[in-house]
């Protein structure tokens, strides 16, 4: 197995906990507005709640969706693109500093996964991971539940998952199997770009897969990868096999998409970057999702067609997926929620109506 960084980050946390049987029931918790995610929406969101006195509780997952509570940026190294740090800050860090902020602010944050949301009629209904029970109740809820990396279900894909195979360089491309061997990179985009140019550091050459004849990724990451000495570019071509000794990974076969000849390359290592899938299962069914599966808002807003139902970050957004473009969206969710709750009529025992 690959040691990960997500790993690492997931045993510093304050209470860690791994749920394989049903926990015993609790009384419901009511609360007047809880944020389901801990990425940059989530947090964002939880400071201007909070602010507004509107004591919010987050739920920041533990582990779900495959990630640590922090969600995407724990995997990276450098952000260089969030205001406010002139010299780039780690991922992990940024993510540590606005769980501090968040909590500061007076945010409860229960490392807790919700496994099923409620919102058919108000308040609406959420189940904590591993109780059959309804274990909290809430006026409004701010999905921010993100997204995460698309798999490819190539051949020999599920014999090399994590024996050569992975979704995050930045996690795990340190490890041995790596050192100083050729490694493949798919995809054309930001993620692509980047995790290339990480595993230059390790591997003795990154061989990238683009399927067109052009990369999606900024200017500024696509002359980076191009002008790489370590990289090699393969346009219009795809991965078709994943190929091993059985242990470990050893060969990816390509097809090119134009000439349809196959190919192959030698590598101890595929890593994906073709994109992500947004995590909608709590609301799939009960909320409008696009044809990509991601939450429709009201242009300009967080509104989903759910009243009292917000959506915040990479879960509602396939264009920018950005971090301080996450975060504005989980200052607007917070802005909607309070104006929300402060049309809802509240009755004395603190269940809300409209
Ligand atoms: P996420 O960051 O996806 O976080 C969602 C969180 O919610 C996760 O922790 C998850 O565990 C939790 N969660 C999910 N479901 C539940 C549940 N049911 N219950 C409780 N918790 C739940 N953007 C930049 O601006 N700059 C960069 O340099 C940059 N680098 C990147 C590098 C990589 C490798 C990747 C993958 C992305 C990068 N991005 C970057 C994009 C950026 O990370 C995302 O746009 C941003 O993190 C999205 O924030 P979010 O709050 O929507 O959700
Ligand atoms: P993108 O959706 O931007 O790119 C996905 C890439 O994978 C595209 O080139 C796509 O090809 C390709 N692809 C998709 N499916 C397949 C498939 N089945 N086979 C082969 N190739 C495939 O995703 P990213 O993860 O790169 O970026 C997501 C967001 O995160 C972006 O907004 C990006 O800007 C941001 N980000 C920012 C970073 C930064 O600013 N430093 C770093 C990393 C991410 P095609 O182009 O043909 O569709």
Same mark, same amino acid.
């Given at each position: 197995?690959?040691?990960?960084?997500? /790993?690492?980050? +997931?045993?510093?946390?304050?209470?860690?906990?791994?749920?394989?049987?049903?926990?015993?029931?609790?009384?419901?918790?009511?609360?007047?507005?809880?944020?389901?995610?801990?990425?940059?929406?989530?947090?964002?969101?939880?400071?201007?709640?909070? &602010?507004?006195?509107?004591?919010?509780?987050?739920?920041?997952?533990?582990? =779900?969706?495959?990630?640590?509570?922090?969600?995407?940026?724990?995997?990276?190294?450098?952000?260089?693109?969030?205001?406010?740090?002139?010299?780039?800050?780690?991922?992990?860090? +940024?993510?540590?500093?606005?769980?501090?902020?968040?909590?500061?602010?007076?945010?409860?944050?229960?490392?807790?996964?919700?496994? &099923?949301?409620?919102?058919?009629?108000?308040?609406?209904? +959420?189940?904590?991971?591993?109780?059959?029970?309804?274990?909290?109740?809430?006026?409004?809820?701010? +999905?921010?539940?993100?997204?995460?990396?698309?798999?490819?279900?190539?051949?020999?894909? @599920? /014999?090399?998952?994590? &024996?050569? *195979?992975?979704?995050?360089?930045?996690?795990?491309?340190?490890?041995?199997?790596?050192?100083?061997?050729?490694?493949?990179?798919?995809?054309?985009?930001?993620?692509?770009?980047?995790?290339? *140019?990480?595993?230059?550091?390790?591997?003795?050459?990154?061989?990238?897969?683009?399927?067109?004849?052009?990369?999606?990724?900024?200017?500024?990451?696509?002359?980076?990868?191009?002008?790489?000495?370590? #990289?090699?570019?393969?346009?219009?071509?795809?991965?078709? @096999?994943?190929?091993?000794?059985?242990?470990?990974?050893?060969?990816?076969?390509?097809?090119?998409?134009? /000439?349809?000849? !196959?190919?192959?390359?030698? =590598?101890?290592?595929?890593?994906?970057?073709?994109?992500?899938?947004?995590?909608?299962?709590?609301?799939?069914?009960? #909320?409008?999702?696009?044809?990509?599966?991601? *939450?429709? /808002?009201?242009?300009?807003?967080?509104?989903?067609?759910?009243?009292?139902?917000?959506?915040?970050?990479?879960?509602?957004?396939?264009?920018? &997926?950005?971090?301080?473009?996450?975060?504005?969206?989980?200052?607007?969710?917070?802005?909607?929620?309070?104006?929300?709750?402060?049309?809802?009529?509240?009755?004395? !025992?603190?269940?809300?109506?409209?």
């Amino acid at each position: 197995m690959f040691s990960s960084l997500r /790993t690492l980050r +997931l045993a510093t946390l304050p209470s860690t906990r791994a749920f394989t049987t049903s926990r015993f029931a609790m009384a419901p918790k009511h609360h007047k507005v809880t944020v389901i995610g801990s990425g940059p929406a989530g947090h964002t969101a939880a400071v201007y709640l909070a &602010r507004a006195q509107l004591k919010p509780t987050m739920f920041e997952g533990m582990m =779900a969706n495959g990630f640590a509570p922090g969600g995407q940026l724990t995997t990276t190294t450098d952000v260089e693109n969030y205001p406010g740090f002139p010299d780039g800050v780690l991922g992990g860090e +940024l993510m540590d500093k606005m769980r501090a902020q968040s909590e500061r602010c007076g945010t409860v944050i229960e490392t807790e996964t919700i496994t &099923r949301l409620d919102c058919s009629e108000r308040p609406f209904k +959420l189940w904590r991971e591993g109780y059959d029970e309804v274990t909290d109740t809430a006026d409004a809820v701010i +999905l921010a539940t993100g997204a995460s990396a698309k798999r490819m279900n190539l051949p020999g894909e @599920e /014999t090399y998952w994590q &024996r050569g *195979i992975s979704a995050c360089a930045v996690c795990d491309g340190a490890v041995p199997i790596f050192r100083n061997k050729p490694l493949v990179v798919i995809g054309g985009g930001d993620s692509a770009a980047e995790e290339a *140019i990480y595993l230059t550091k390790y591997g003795s050459h990154v061989h990238v897969l683009v399927r067109r004849d052009v990369l999606r990724a900024s200017k500024v990451m696509a002359t980076r990868l191009l002008s790489h000495p370590k #990289v090699t570019v393969h346009f219009n071509t795809v991965p078709t @096999e994943a190929v091993g000794n059985g242990d470990l990974l050893t060969e990816v076969r390509t097809r090119s998409t134009k /000439t349809k000849e !196959e190919g192959s390359i030698t =590598a101890s290592g595929l890593f994906y970057a073709i994109g992500h899938e947004p995590a909608t299962s709590l609301v799939k069914g009960q #909320v409008d999702l696009d044809e990509q599966g991601y *939450i429709k /808002t009201i242009p300009g807003s967080t509104l989903t067609n759910v009243p009292g139902l917000f959506a915040a970050g990479d879960v509602q957004d396939k264009r920018y &997926r950005q971090a301080v473009t996450s975060a504005g969206s989980g200052c607007m969710a917070a802005l909607d929620a309070e104006r929300y709750l402060s049309e809802l009529e509240v009755t004395a !025992e603190g269940k809300a109506k409209l």
